[in-house]
């Protein structure tokens, strides 16, 4: 079969030479109809048995390239098209030093909001915040509802946006823990700071070491997770030649692109921030019980 498929391409060669070389250029045309005719007895090449197990082999052969190599990037832990995404996560560093610095404000940021609720001897525009005011079925925060400013260290005005809202705003007030008594002034509220006891003191003192202690606390635990992604992060060292295993440390390696050196460097700046965190925290505190006890 094979032989026959060679004879009739090479007839159809030599046809096309003979018409070239024995006819003008004018009966060219005539000519190329003889050589369509003869080019037809040429036998469908697809169908023929031979060739057709060629074009299946050499397709095969492609899949089982692809299979290939789509199995050696499976082992490489880098799924088919998703290569991109891994290789550019190389350097993980700046991810787990900016994740730790967001939790150590976010411990920072809820210490003083907590410590700006207690009261002092001392007015402070922002005693009055965490109040809830409920008017109209809808609850809000106080500091929505009204403007809080200071006349004198002892004491607060209170303004509302609705002055219909005044006596909600009061009732709201005298029923909080801060233990103040509003007195209506026109379309505001006055609300003079009564002095601390020593008992009274001693309590908001207290509260105030239980938080630092837990701002602290929050401060430590950042600081813990980011020493555990750090160490996640390390490849995995490699034992013996087996080839299974320096895959698997390869696959590390590509999605961190860490080493020991980077993690021993990044580990100390984020003590350093452990300990920034943790002052500013103790620094916050103090300057509260001072103003409690100095009130």
Known sequence: MAV???????????????????????????SSYLLRAACDLRPDLSSSPAIGFLFESRRSFAKARKKWDDDDND?????????????????????????????????????????????????????????IVETGGVKMPL??????????????SVTPYNPNALKELEKAIVSSPLGL??????????????????????????VVAKSCEDAKQRVRRARQK???????????????????????????KTVSGFSSDDAKRLEKEVEELTKKFTKSAEDICKAKEKEITSS
């Open 181 to 206: 008594n509003p007195k209506p002034d026109g379309e505001r509220l006055i609300t003079a700071i009564p002095p601390m006891t020593k008992e009274h003191m001693q309590a908001v003192c207290k």
């Open 226 to 252: 980011a020493f555990d992604s750090i160490k996640k992060s390390l490849p995995k060292k490699s034992e013996g030649k087996n080839k299974g295993k320096d895959k698997e440390n390869i696959k590390a």
């Open 75 to 131: 082992e490489l832990g880098v799924a088919n098209g998703d290569a991109g995404s891994r290789i550019e996560i190389v350097n993980i560093g700046p991810i787990i030093k900016s994740t730790a610095i967001s939790e150590m404000e976010a411990a920072i940021d809820a210490v003083s909001n907590e410590l700006s609720k207690l009261r002092t001897g001392r007015a402070s525009a922002g005693m009055l915040d965490h109040i």
């Open 143 to 156: 500091n929505r509802m009204a403007v809080v400013s200071v006349l004198d260290p002892k004491t607060l």
């Open 4 to 30: 026959s498929i060679r004879r009739a391409i090479i007839s159809c060669r030599n046809i096309y030479t003979l018409i070239r070389t024995s006819r003008p250029v004018s009966h060219f045309a005539a």
